[in-house]
């Protein structure tokens, strides 16, 4: 009897003494997203990203995106940064020029290796210039997203125009949106205030024309008639009245409202406008069209959103927060993300599959390869994040509100941005 | 206001009316659009043709919302009766004894008012990580007391002031402590300033940002304030539901008001320097 | 003034020693004591560690860690004069925001000040502007004063404050608008001070005023007016010192636009810290405001009157 103890628990030693230490490594990940499909979503992914990797166990945090600037810096000086986070695509440069990002490209070596992927091919082309710094990655890619024109073919009926020709061109753009305010409605949901979709709605026009915002050397690039060019046609449609009158000061979602209300026969919006318009179950929604932005004289540019999973310096598990990183923005977990989120996913070939290639994604996902990061052709700078904010924004609505004639304006434009730039 | 007239009353009383209706024009649309449907806030006019409870049905699902609620309030309560109780010996010090340094405590007290939130913040949220506090209420309370407790020195103080000390001094001699004096003289005099004083400190911390962004992360810990943000998406948010949680908001405050506003009316008449 | 005093029943010497917490003379400095430990951990320490941080150069662009810069922040903060339109801005708009308070208040609370059920609930339910939060205090009033569908825009529109476009498009305009809107947020707070105040103005006063023949407005000025005279300047002061930090409102109304118009001194440290990545500069001009502040709150207190 008591032999037979001993050897029981010899045995159960033995077997304890082989099996793994099943410590468990923590990763903490800010989640931006408030709404309930997007969190469902993450939920799912990190459900199944547990089951492959028992060992690790990703605890999410919801932090709105409104504060994510707030939290993040607070963060950073004073301690509590998590393992992984979302980011905007357009401040990965500040953070990384901070110190405070880590690079990836060990990781993904690791993850090409394993599963036969290749990271850097799957990356949008205007991406790379968000993502990929001094050489090295520094995020790989959740969301891209771009803008198109969305406009009412049943406006343009009634206006006499072409419902099957939306404009091309700025110009007859500004053009359409004119003959097309009438009745109560105005011709086009344009920006001029101070919010981000200024720049958003802008950056097609001045891109479009030519102008870049930095020089070879650095400096600022827009004191050029390319891009006063730009600026005359994109306020025109203001001073024209096609646009509604308090534009100069409207956030970017009263437009957006205004469009879904039926106030506005264009608007430049992303494709998650039309599953509001179906959520809405908008009278109109049979005769919404939706084209490509319209080109500048010398090409079409449309904006590049998105955003990335970045790894922070200050992690302890990087190794389980990069596995983490890279499982959620590949494969089946980025596509279930993708699909209940709406959005369009920053892998290009996934972006090739259903449901993208259902309406209105095509569009969407063509355009996709014209679409540049706002200092193209240049590299991100960290400082994007500063000059986004409201400097080309100030411009625009100097301009619209006739505060400033279009060459004061760029002259101040360019020596608030050389100002930044200098510090 | 000695002699009633009916008539003078019911003036008053339909002049009172407009005047608040006036002033609160803001909010009751707010209220209005909070029991709109979602299109009709913005497309359908100025009268409201249809009404729907789904906005608040949709806020009250959401738990975290209740949780932030019942976070702020604990906060709020905590904020006020510790910032009352704290300030009420202090202001009393202040107006009624002469001792060295009272000049620079209460220029010290005043004066913590005048730091914005943003120079406290990085040193505040390091010290707590350093404690340990981060995420907790009680945190979130000590912080807080900053806000409402150096107005609520200076306010009562004023009203102390106005008390003749006559009324103290034969309590002392009946052999009360100053304690004991200030305790059964003054503060039913002042209760109305109490209960103003109180209600300050009450909504500062309940409408507080900036230092519950700082010290809460966790969705188990939030105030409203951080829930509410939590509505904004930057692409689609309901404003319905932004105007519903805006109500949601106001109204305890209100509420608690409304069942303290009778130590408003009260007090006086029972410890006024009357007869 | 006639007044009941608690007579003894029992002979003083029979009365047991009163027990003492604190011998007198410790007594102030234990009753004031909590008040200003609570000031010292909130606000000393993180002055010193801002005052710290204004001598450090941290632009956290170049440098993860801040390192010694000296008197740097103080001197790029001299010759910022984005910052000090900005300052002169803060000033009109803190001076505006207690003019509109006082303005408004002060009626209200007399109109209050009333035994009516009307006038009870009233004093309770003005205190809405000021618990609902400015985030969407903000869109109400962005609404209002949409030039479509504003109800607000449509009378100053009649009145000829506004255009076609919102009075928000107008630099001068919005200013304005927003000095008003932070007023009428801060008024309930100020009609409550005011009505505790009125409240503890004894009958008497009035009673004897009316027997010299004074009528309501003699009464009001000779009368009620000194009572609430410091309840007006400390409420004021205290006030004017919450609205000098403003950041919410301008922010949600119109992002500091047009043109700056309306960026205060708030929106400027929102901006360094948390845009500009530039604590450092951030904590000098925190210092150098409190100080200004500090100055300016001295000189109010002198406009009390001695008891």
């Known amino acids: 009897m008591r032999i037979k103890a001993l050897l029981a628990a010899t045995a159960l030693a033995a077997g304890l003494a082989a ?24 939920n799912d992914a990190i459900a199944a990203f547990e089951k492959v990797n028992p060992d690790i166990k990703v605890n999410m945090e919801i932090v709105p995106w409104s504060e994510q600037q707030q939290r993040l ?80 073919k049943d406006l343009f009926k009634a206006a006499g125009l072409d419902p099957d020709k939306p404009p091309q061109t700025w110009e007859e753009f500004a053009a359409d949106a004119k003959k097309l305010t009438k009745d109560g409605v105005y011709g086009a949901g344009l920006s001029m205030s101070l919010d981000y979709f200024t720049v958003q709605n802008f950056m097609s026009a001045y891109l479009g024309y030519g102008a870049r915002m930095l020089n070879d050397d650095g400096k600022c690039g827009f004191d050029t008639p390319e891009f006063k060019q730009a600026l005359d046609v994109y306020t025109s449609i203001y001073k024209d009245k096609a646009t509604h009158p308090d534009a100069p000061t409207m956030n970017g979602d009263t437009f957006r409202k205004g469009f879904r209300d039926g106030k506005f026969a264009m608007i430049l919006s992303d494709p998650g406008l039309y599953k509001d318009l179906q959520n809405d179950k908008a009278p109109f929604l049979d005769e919404v069209g939706i084209a490509f932005v319209p080109a500048g004289a010398k090409n079409r540019s449309g904006f590049l959103g998105g955003w990335p999973l970045v790894l922070w310096d200050a992690s302890e598990n990087k190794e389980a927060a990069a596995k983490w990183i890279l499982f959620a923005t590949h494969g089946e977990a980025l596509k279930n993300l993708a699909t209940k989120g709406g959005f369009i996913p920053g892998n290009v070939a996934l972006a090739k599959q259903v449901p993208w290639t259902e309406f209105p994604y095509p569009v969407f996902v063509e355009q996709l390869q014209d679409a540049k990061a706002y200092q193209a052709p240049s590299e991100a700078i960290p400082q994007m994040g500063q000059l986004e904010v409201d400097t080309i924004q100030k411009a625009v609505q100097a301009v619209a509100l006739g505060q400033k004639s279009t060459d004061e304006a760029t002259a101040e434009l360019c020596t608030a941005i050389n100002d930044v730039l200098a510090r | ?54 906005h608040y049905a949709a806020i009250l699902a959401k738990k975290p919302f209740l949780i932030a609620l019942k976070n702020s309030l604990i906060v709020g309560i905590a904020v006020a009766v510790v910032t009352t109780a704290l300030a009420m010996p202090a202001a009393y010090a202040l107006s009624r004894f002469a001792f060295g340094g009272r000049n620079f405590f209460a220029l010290l007290i005043l004066g913590t008012q005048m730091l914005p939130s943003l120079a406290v913040l990085v040193p505040l949220v390091v010290i707590i990580r350093q404690i340990g506090l981060t995420n907790t209420l009680t945190a979130l309370i000590f912080t807080h007391l900053a806000l409402g407790m150096p107005i609520a020195v200076w306010m009562l103080k004023g009203y102390i002031d106005a008390i003749p000390k006559e009324l103290e001094e034969a309590a002392l001699i009946d052999g009360c402590g100053r304690l004991g004096a200030m305790w059964r003289i003054v503060v039913p005099l002042i209760r109305p300033a109490i209960i103003a004083v109180g209600t300050f400190a009450f909504v500062l911390s309940w409408g507080e940002y900036l230092m519950a962004l700082a010290l809460i992360l966790k969705s188990d810990v939030k105030t409203l304030p951080l829930a509410l943000q939590g509505l904004f998406d930057p692409y689609s948010f309901s404003w319905g539901q932004v105007m519903a949680g805006g109500t949601i908001i106001a109204l305890p405050a209100i509420l608690l008001f409304l069942i303290f506003r009778r130590q408003l009316v009260g007090g006086l008449l029972a410890g006024g320097v009357k007869g | 003034m006639a007044m009941t005093l608690q007579t003894t029943r029992r002979p003083a010497a029979a009365r047991p020693r009163r027990q003492q917490i604190l011998p007198d003379r410790l007594l102030p400095y ?49 010759s910022d004069t984005a910052l000090w339109a900005s300052f002169g801005r803060t000033w009109i708009w803190t001076i505006g925001t207690v003019v509109v308070e006082v303005a408004l208040a002060l009626p209200i609370a007399l109109l209050l000040n009333r035994e009516s ?169 925190s210092v150098v405001m409190l100080v200004l502040l500090f100055i300016a709150s001295l000189i109010t207190l002198r406009l009390r009157r001695r008891h």
């Open chain 1, 73 to 152: 810096v607070s963060a950073l000086s004073a301690g509590g940064l998590p393992d992984v986070s979302m980011l905007g695509n357009n401040v990965v440069a500040q953070f990384q020029a901070a110190g405070a990002l880590a690079p990836l490209d060990d990781y993904i070596a690791a993850y090409d290796k394993e599963t036969g992927d290749d990271f850097a091919a799957n990356v949008w082309p205007g991406d790379k210039g968000y993502y990929n710094l001094a050489g090295k990655w520094w995020a790989s890619p959740v969301n891209v997203e771009t803008r198109a024109l969305y406009y009412r």
């Open chain 3, 30 to 78: 234990g009753m004031i004591g909590p008040a200003v430990f609570v000031a010292f951990a909130i606000a000393i320490i993180p002055l010193c560690y801002a005052l710290w941080l204004s001598l450090q150069d941290w632009y956290m662009l170049r440098r993860p860690t801040p390192v010694w810069g000296g008197l740097v922040n103080y001197r790029t903060l001299l």
């Open chain 3, 117 to 285: 059920a009307v006038a009870r609930t009233a004093s309770a339910v003005i205190l809405l502007p000021w618990v609902t939060p400015f985030i969407v205090l903000g869109f109400g009033w962005r609404f209002l004063l949409d030039s479509g569908v504003g109800p607000i825009h449509a009378l100053l529109h009649v009145l000829g404050l506004a255009g076609d476009s919102s009075i928000l498009n107008d630099p001068v305009g919005a200013f304005a608008m927003i000095i008003f809107i932070s007023g009428w947020k801060g008024t309930p707070f100020l009609v409550i001070a005011i009505l505790a105040a009125l409240k503890s103005i004894p009958d008497e006063l009035y009673e004897a005023a009316e027997v010299d023949g004074a009528g309501p407005v003699q009464r009001f000025v000779h009368v009620t007016l000194p009572e609430i005279w410091n309840t007006i300047v400390t409420v004021g002061l205290v006030l004017g010192i919450l609205a000098f930090y403003s950041f919410d409102l301008p922010w949600i109304m119109t992002k500091g636009g047009p043109q700056d118009a309306t960026t205060l001194v708030g929106i400027a440290m929102y901006k360094a810290v948390f845009l500009d990545l530039r604590p450092a500069y951030a904590a000098a001009i």
């Open chain 1, 19 to 42: 099996s793994p230490a099943l410590a468990e490594t923590n990763v903490t990940f800010w989640q931006f997203s408030t709404r309930d499909a997007d969190i469902a979503a993450w």
């Open chain 2, 1 to 54: 206001m000695r002699h009633r007239s009916p008539t003078r009353e019911l003036a008053l009383d339909a002049t009172t009316i407009v005047v608040i209706f006036l002033l609160l024009v803001p909010i009751l649309w707010v209220f209005v659009a909070s029991v709109r449907p979602e299109t009709d806030i913005t497309g359908g006019g100025l009268i409201p043709t249809r009404f729907t409870f789904e």
